[in-house]
Nanobody
Framework: QVQLVESGGGLVQAGGSLRLSCAAS????????MGWFRQAPGKEREFVAA????????YYADSVKGRFTISRDSAKNTVYLQMNSLKPEDTAVYSC???????????????????WGQGTQVTVSS
């Protein structure tokens, strides 16, 4: 089992920044990908970004490219999502997840994720 705990959410004005963290604990794996997803009220969950842990390859949704950056700290088993130039439409609950399946590019947005965190609220005011 893998436990994922997100932190760093909050309220920020449009144009501001936040950094989300997702700390992983429990069983470790040789190869996996960690992703960030978000779900706004009344909308379906959508892919935000992913990072292939062993090679640090990153993938982003078009809506966040150039504004968000995903990174990882192997020593801390933690993945980060740096969010800059935030917009009101970025308001959502952000969750991190782990997939044990191989993925790359757009595949990381649709592959099955095996473990999920509880999520952290991000609210961007206009």
């Amino acid at each position: 089992q893998v436990q994922l705990v997100e932190s760093g959410g909050g309220l920020v004005q449009a144009g501001g920044s936040l950094r989300l963290s997702c700390a992983a604990s429990g069983q470790t794996f040789n190869s996996y990908t960690m992703g960030w997803f978000r779900q706004a009220p009344g909308k379906e969950r959508e892919f935000v970004a992913a990072i292939r842990w062993s090679v640090s390859m990153t993938y982003y949704a078009d809506s966040v490219k150039g504004r968000f950056t995903i990174s990882r700290d192997s020593a801390k088993n933690t993945v980060y999502l740096q969010m800059n130039s935030l917009k009101p439409e970025d308001t959502a609950v952000y969750s991190c997840a782990v997939t044990l399946s191989y993925c790359s590019g757009d595949g990381c947005s649709v592959v099955k994720y095996d473990y999920w965190g509880q999520g952290t609220q991000v609210t961007v005011s206009s």
